[in-house]
């Protein structure tokens, strides 16, 4: 069982950066693949981000070159840096982990454990 919890979400200026946490219980949280998904008002839970086991990132297309993901095994924790953010970007940004061979998720149903997310707007 793993429990997260995310933080480091408000509001932000177009063209600003910030960067989410999501601190994970649990003993074997490099065992797991760690990713990012979003939600803006009226949409679908999209992927933004994933990180396996060993470090490999993949990203959507949207946000690449613009966001990073990271991981401190240490620490139990993931980080999401996002720099030169878009309106676009204001959602609900939930962390999830799921413990996996594979190296990169990209569906919700392929985790089972979420955060409760934290609201992430982007002004003009």
């Known amino acids: 069982q793993v429990q997260l919890v995310e933080s480091g979400g408000g509001l932000v200026q177009a063209g600003g950066s910030l960067r989410l946490s999501c601190a994970a219980s649990?003993?074997?949280?490099?065992?797991?693949?760690m990713a990012w998904f979003r939600q803006a008002p009226g949409k679908e839970r999209e992927f933004v981000t994933t990180i396996s086991r060993t470090g490999y990132t993949y990203y959507a297309d949207s946000v690449k070159g613009r966001f990073t993901i990271s991981r401190e095994n240490a620490e139990n924790t993931v980080y999401l840096q996002r720099n030169t953010l878009k309106p676009e970007d204001t959602a609900v940004y939930y962390c999830?982990?799921?413990?996996?061979?594979?190296?990169?998720?990209?569906?919700?149903?392929?985790?089972?454990?979420w955060g409760q997310g934290t609201q992430v707007a982007v002004s003009l």
């Open positions: 649990g003993r074997t949280f490099s065992f797991y693949v």
């Open positions: 999830t982990a799921q413990g996996s061979l594979r190296t990169v998720l990209t569906t919700p149903r392929d985790y089972d454990y």
